[in-house]
């Protein structure tokens, strides 16, 4: 099979033997890519390479044999987003999660522009904790596993003065609390989740609560395996804050 001309994002690269590299792409058309760019490593600066930079939205061409598709040529499309600090962070966990959740060779025209939108608002400096969480509602729901997020599992619109857990199967399940309200940060808020539902931003309390059942509802597509991203994020403290 031959791709040209074909629109994608770069997730990852990584050298492979002594002048070659491998190269994870997001695509629309035909979800996620492996492609191997021979020769492009060595102490001569090859043009291909600046255009395999993560973030890096190109177009290339590529000769499918087998798993990996040999790349032809790539060109990039625009100029990366420059992330530093904590954006940079985020920007390392969209990458990571898409890389372990996009299948191979499966058509994912909404993840593909879910994944532009993010990027573009992460260059933007748009609130990082928020714009995780689209994310990660919009990719459950492009990968065909997210759940209705304005009803719970029995089909009732959500309280918004209520909390909510997910369960993988059923769905948003309600959670009744003590009086003390101590489990309250480990539960999403039905006004959280109505704001996600709604992509209206919600308040930053409501934002540690959607953490959770997002990331509740993401690991169970991960299969027992962490996120080095995210490992990164929990030890810097951000994830505590929502991020």
Known sequence: MRYAGEPAYVLHARPWRETSVLVEVLTGAYGRLGLLARGVQGPKRHPLKAALAPLQSIRFDAVQRGELARLVTAEAVDTAPVLEGD??????????????????????????????????????????????????????????????????????ALDPASRYRVDPEAGLLRVLLDRGGADRSRHASGRGLLALAADAEPPAEDLPGLRRVLRDAVDVHLGGRGLNSRDMLATLGRISRGD
């Not at 990027?119 to 994310?135: E, F, I, K, Q, V």
Request: hydrophobic share 45%.
């Open 87 to 156: 954006a940079l962070l985020c920007g390392f966990y969209l990458n990571e999660l898409t890389l372990r959740l996009a299948p191979r060779q499966d058509p994912q025209p909404e993840l593909f522009n879910a994944y532009g939108r993010t990027r573009a608002l992460l260059g933007a400096g748009a609130p990082l904790s928020w714009t995780l969480r689209r994310y990660e509602r919009d990719l459950l729901d492009a990968l065909g596993v997210g759940f209705d997020w304005a009803h719970d599992a029995q089909g009732a």
